[in-house]
T-cell receptor, first 112, second 114 residues
Framework: DAGVIQSPRHEVTEMGQEVTLRCKPI?????LFWYRQTMMRGLELLIY????????DSGMPEDRFSAKMPNASFSTLKIQPSEPRDSAVYFC??????????FGPGTRLTVL | GQQLNQSPQSMFIQEGEDVSMNCTSS?????WLWYKQEPGEGPVLLIA?????ELTSNGRLTAQFGITRKDSFLNISASIPSDVGIYFC??????????????FGKGTKLSVKP
């Protein structure tokens, strides 16, 4: 069975550019989570969806970040405009039960 | 935000040795999870614990949900080189019947010398 799929795996962009990260959750999972991982702050929850509806976006750093889930098999995390401090690894995770989350391989974002 | 204290930060051990790591919190959790992350990959769920005092094994891994509900332990027996990685604990509160978000520890980096 395919796990959580994320694309791209690596993204290098310049400050001010728009960045879109993509995620395909495991089929049948009704929860989808976006996390950010940095050395300084570890794993941080940005936002999560239940049945495609955003439930908690309190972890989204600021208005430059937005996330959508137009259907059960696809979600995007967008940063516009991007800044160097956004450089991190972004993970998508999905779950059937809220807490047993399965993570994707991550997108390593570098903003120059 | 809330923090989990995970220790040790890193471990350098010889192949065949047993490993112990733990997480503590100042508040009560109703769920504890243990994940392993290898370089360039996402965290992989190893063990999930749901009841205080629960002891659960997954191969050479054993984890326990502390009786106070404020801590959890992960033990790895007879370590092998492929155990190398970063191990994360994660805890979850229960607020008035609603599940809180997972809170992750900072990780324990395990290195195994053959």
């Amino acid at each position: 069975d395919a796990g959580v799929i994320q694309s791209p795996r690596h993204e290098v962009t310049e400050m001010g550019q728009e960045v879109t990260l993509r995620c395909k959750p495991i089929s049948g999972h009704d929860y989808l989570f976006w996390y950010r991982q940095t050395m300084m702050r570890g794993l941080e929850l940005l936002i999560y969806f239940n049945n495609n509806v955003p439930i908690d976006d309190s972890g989204m750093p600021e208005d430059r970040f937005s996330a959508k889930m137009p259907n059960a098999s696809f979600s995007t995390l967008k940063i516009q405009p991007s800044e160097p401090r956004d450089s991190a690894v972004y993970f998508c995770a999905s779950s059937l039960q809220y807490n047993e989350q399965f993570f994707g391989p991550g997108t390593r974002l570098t903003v120059l | 935000g809330q923090q989990l204290n995970q220790s040790p930060q890193s471990m350098f051990i010889q192949e065949g040795e047993d490993v112990s790591m733990n997480c503590t919190s100042s508040s009560i959790f109703n769920t504890w999870l243990w994940y392993k992350q290898e370089p360039g990959e996402g965290p992989v769920l190893l063990i999930a614990l749901y009841k205080a005092g629960e002891l659960t094994s997954n191969g050479r891994l054993t984890a326990q949900f502390g009786i106070t509900r404020k801590d959890s332990f992960l033990n790895i027996s007879a370590s092998i080189p492929s155990d190398v990685g970063i191990y994360f604990c994660a805890g979850q509160h229960l607020y008035g019947g609603s599940q809180g978000n997972l809170i992750f520890g900072k990780g324990t980096k395990l290195s195994v010398k053959p």
